[in-house]
């Protein structure tokens, strides 16, 4: 065998186990979809307990403008079946337009605990973060869901969130034993945790799309298939936090305790603690994911229920700029061996690796085997996509498999020159600013003409 052979038999082989972990994520993603989705979502116990008994939460919904389907995903939090919760609306502008559909719903739910915060401080670059401060400060419970303005959920979600957050067997009839000894009843009090205890309940995106634009559809089928089946596999092996923003139920007195992550805030006098101490970070829900599992090191969990995520309008290039700027801010945060792996996550560069591999090792045509891992792959992105969808049937516009499918294959085309396009830059474009995100992973404003600009 001679140099060359050997060459390509030693990278036959690298490509080959690589080949083999991403399918495994893959089938684990499916099982783990098909398994903890696909049947009917049982209540908990806890949507049942007298209001006196209840662990409180509140309920914070940042907002920011007219998201899509705005009424119907801030509704969501007014119809819960769950006796013991408030309600924030946040907002950082008296003339915000969601201030408007906001006032309607409390006109139609009074009898929900609400509240409206209007808050304009700014304690750093994410504006989230900003919207956040106040509605932390003066909520009543320690407990907090913080959900995105463009989610909706059904009326079960948030017991059963608590139920897990709690550690407590809500199907069991050792429920009542487990809730009495758990260390956060009271309202404003927690015990500290313990190492291995959950820290914070999430739940993977299921999107819906109202007005079928290109962009739209082709971010709901990345969301429904890809980004799921890869978000599941990762959490199910417990191997590291992997989290996002959209709906996270966590402890209020666990974040005030996490110090700052950021370097440059670390230098301070007297660096930032609790939820200030993230403003920086774009994804800041990662940031925090990560200090809860490692400063605290407690577990995250999730529940059988999604975060129906109703996507707005966009156009393709809505949707490019929207993959390669979370490309850019993940680069930035994970090893770099590990954004290198990332293509290989693709069905059709992972494939055409895969495929060439096992040729090479084992003598086959690499078209048929590539056509063969096409049509595998779309098979467990569509039932991946089909179990995620069971319990929100409904909540959402009906779409065609065919015009799904035909999203998912422009999906997956543009997937390896979005990765190299956002591989050439560190700048992104957010809510009409621009940021250059630095090897820490924090954002800085470089538009210093702007009064909120902030140097660093």
């Known amino acids: 065998m001679g140099s060359g052979d050997t060459v390509s038999f030693v990278l036959a082989i690298f490509l080959l186990v690589i080949y083999a972990v991403v399918w495994t994520l893959s089938l684990i993603g499916l099982r783990v979809a098909r398994n903890r989705y696909s049947g009917k979502s049982l209540p908990s116990r806890l949507s049942t307990l007298p209001k006196t008994s209840a662990p409180g939460v509140t309920i914070i919904r940042p907002l920011c403008g007219l998201d899509n389907n705005l009424f119907n995903a801030l509704e969501a939090a007014m119809n819960l079946e769950y006796p013991k919760y408030e309600v924030i609306f946040a907002l950082q502008d008296e003339r915000d337009e969601a201030l408007l559909v906001v006032k309607l719903i409390m006109e139609k739910y009074p009898h929900v605990d609400s509240r409206i915060i209007i808050n304009d401080a700014k304690v750093g670059v994410n504006p989230k973060i900003n919207n956040l401060m106040m509605p932390f400060a003066e909520a009543k419970y320690d407990l907090l869901w913080v959900i995105d303005a463009t989610i909706a959920f059904t009326p079960g979600t948030l017991a059963r969130a608590v139920a897990t957050f709690l550690g407590a067997s809500y199907s069991d009839s050792s429920f009542d034993s487990e809730l009495e000894s758990t260390p956060l009843l009271a309202d404003n009090t927690r015990s500290p945790p313990k190492a291995g205890d959950v820290g914070l309940v999430h739940h993977v ?86 200090s809860l599992w490692h400063e605290l090191r407690l577990k995250h969990a999730m529940t059988g229920d999604v975060a129906v995520d109703c996507l707005g309008t966009l156009s393709l290039k809505d949707y490019i700029a929207r993959r390669s700027r979370w490309i850019r801010v993940r680069k930035r945060m994970t090893p770099i061996p590990a954004t290198m792996l990332e293509p290989f996550t693709e069905s059709i560069f992972g494939g055409l690796c895969g495929t060439w591999a096992t040729s090479r090792l084992f003598g086959a045509s690499v078209p048929a085997l590539w056509l063969v891992h096409m049509v595998a792959w779309l098979s467990v992105d569509l039932s991946v996509r089909r179990y995620l969808g069971t319990n929100v049937k409904g909540m959402g516009p009906p779409q065609g ?26 700048q992104v474009m957010w809510r009409g600013r621009r940021y250059r995100i630095v090897q820490s992973g924090e954002a800085i404003c470089v538009d210093d003409h702007r009064p909120d600009a902030l140097s660093h």
């Open 401 to 426: 498999t065919a015009m799904f499918v035909g999203a998912w294959l422009i999906r997956e085309v543009l997937a390896m020159p979005v990765y190299l396009y956002a591989l050439c830059g560190d």
């Open 205 to 290: 995106p299921y999107a819906v799309t109202y007005k079928k634009s290109l962009g739209s559809l082709v971010e709901q089928a990345f969301l429904n298939t890809t980004h799921a089946k890869m978000y599941l596999a990762i959490n199910a092996l417990g191997i590291d936090s992997c989290i996002m923003g959209k709906s996270n139920l966590y402890s209020k007195s666990n974040i005030d305790s996490l110090t700052t992550p950021s370097p440059s805030l670390r230098k301070l006098p007297d660096p930032p603690t609790g939820l200030a101490a993230f403003s920086p970070f774009m994804a800041e829900d990662n940031m925090i994911g990560l």
